[in-house]
Nanobody, 116 residues
Framework: QVQPVESGGGLVQSGGSLRLSCAASGSIFRFNVMGWYRQAPGKQRELVATISSGGITTNYADSVKGRFTVSRDNAKNTMYLQMNSLKPEDTGVYYC?????????WGQGTQVTVSS
């Protein structure tokens, strides 16, 4: 099955910033709400941000609201997650998928590690 490709993760100090990218196939990507998910060590995967198909409406988990910004470029079939003021609790593997998590097979994700 088709998998998105996430990139942009890394090791950053608390208070730092990262920008993640998600490249996904066109037909599913363009017509669906897309979401960023993360899975912290020992925890279940959680949804942190969503964006509507046209990029107008966004929603965020309370834990990231005001610090993360999701955007998309439908011409490039790419979604982004700008993460500012990072905290150690933001550490985890970040994945992208449709808003319900069922549009694609889960990819490898990209590791984000925030040191205190």
């Amino acid at each position: 099955q088709v998998q998105p490709v996430e990139s942009g993760g890394g090791l950053v100090q608390s208070g730092g910033s990262l920008r993640l990218s998600c490249a996904a196939s066109g037909s599913i990507f363009r017509f669906n709400v897309m979401g960023w998910y993360r899975q912290a060590p020992g925890k279940q995967r959680e949804l942190v941000a969503t964006i509507s198909s046209g990029g107008i409406t966004t929603n965020y988990a309370d834990s990231v609201k005001g610090r993360f910004t999701v955007s998309r470029d439908n011409a490039k079939n790419t979604m982004y997650l700008q993460m500012n003021s990072l905290k150690p609790e933001d550490t985890g593997v970040y994945y992208c998928n449709t808003g319900r998590g069922t549009g694609y097979s889960w990819g490898q994700g990209t590791q984000v590690t925030v040191s205190s």
